[in-house]
């Protein structure tokens, strides 16, 4: 069974990612399973080339405000099921969770809000925080989780930390969160793969030279299941795709089934039983 790969990838608006080359960039690279955050589209703005791309299913969780926020799955293989509306009615209206269910395992897309705007965006963004976390509890597959959380976990994820300290983005209260995230039973595949290396980066602000010199920050990660975590084969950063402010990531992952006419092949003592 060859492995999956998977990415992440927030496109900062999927219309303007796909006048920048996003379907080149779908046909060239073929995930298996692609979330995407901040695609900022309603249905009444997509037509087959957003619904059918290159042959994938997609899904899609927009936010009620428009032009705002918005998850989507791109897959291959159609899910076992997909659900939106997670965190209760003071998130679900921003469209940014989705939770996919595949046969030996979980994959949620989220896009985590940003506490820059203001002093109430900021208590927003941490209640997000919370609720994730309460909402993983119920897990009963091995998770994946991919996302945009709008945080730099430690000083090795952006380029200029002491600049960045009293920041929403790398306040201790977010980094915080992200370490009892770990804490739950995940691995954060990339930093896992590539433990001392520097430079890292998911995000540039889009401003000349800035990306250039590479000063970045990593808002962006998938973690894994600890029960999984012999299967990721690989973790990597595309930096080098220029279509959004942020790039995309993945993992290539072994012995995992998408459906269920493929052979299992995860041992017995990995496997957990949809939230």
């Known amino acids: 069974m060859a492995p999956l790969s998977i990415y992440s990838w927030n496109v900062n608006g999927i219309r303007s990612a796909y006048r920048k080359g996003f379907l080149q960039w779908l046909e060239e690279t073929q995930p298996d399973i692609l979330c995407?955050?901040?695609?900022?589209?309603?249905?009444?703005?997509?037509?087959?080339?957003?619904?059918?791309?290159?042959?994938y299913n997609t899904y899609w969780n927009e936010a009620e405000k428009p032009g705002y926020s918005?998850?989507?799955l791109f897959t291959k293989t159609p899910p076992i099921s997909i659900k939106t509306g997670i965190l209760g009615n003071e998130f679900d209206p921003e469209g940014r969770t989705q939770i996919i269910e595949y046969q030996d395992f979980i994959v949620i897309n989220c896009y985590f809000p940003n506490g820059n705007v203001s002093t109430e965006r900021l208590n927003f963004k941490l209640s997000f925080y919370s609720k994730f976390i309460d909402a993983l509890k119920n897990k009963v597959k091995p998770v994946i989780v991919c996302a945009d959380v709008n945080t730099a976990h430690k000083s090795i994820d952006l380029a200029n930390p002491s600049a960045a300290r009293g920041r929403s983005g790398?306040?201790?209260?977010?980094?915080?969160?992200l370490d009892a995230l770990l804490k739950q039973g995940f691995i954060d595949t990339l930093r896992d793969a590539n433990p001392e290396t520097k430079g890292l980066y998911t995000w540039w602000a889009m401003r000349q030279g800035i990306k250039e010199r590479n000063s970045?920050?990593?808002?962006d990660y998938i973690y894994a299941d600890k029960t999984i975590e012999n299967n990721i084969a690989e973790a990597f950063t595309e930096p080098e795709v220029n279509i959004s402010d942020h790039c995309p990531i993945g993992i290539k992952i072994e012995g995992l089934r998408i459906n269920e006419t493929e052979e299992k092949v995860l041992p017995k003592s990995q496997q957990a039983s949809m939230f």
């Open 170 to 177: 790398f306040l201790d209260e977010e980094r915080t969160w």
């Open 70 to 72: 918005g998850t989507a």
């Open 36 to 55: 995407i955050q901040e695609a900022r589209i309603s249905s009444k703005q997509r037509d087959h080339t957003f619904d059918m791309p290159h042959g």
């Open 216 to 219: 970045g920050w990593r808002f």
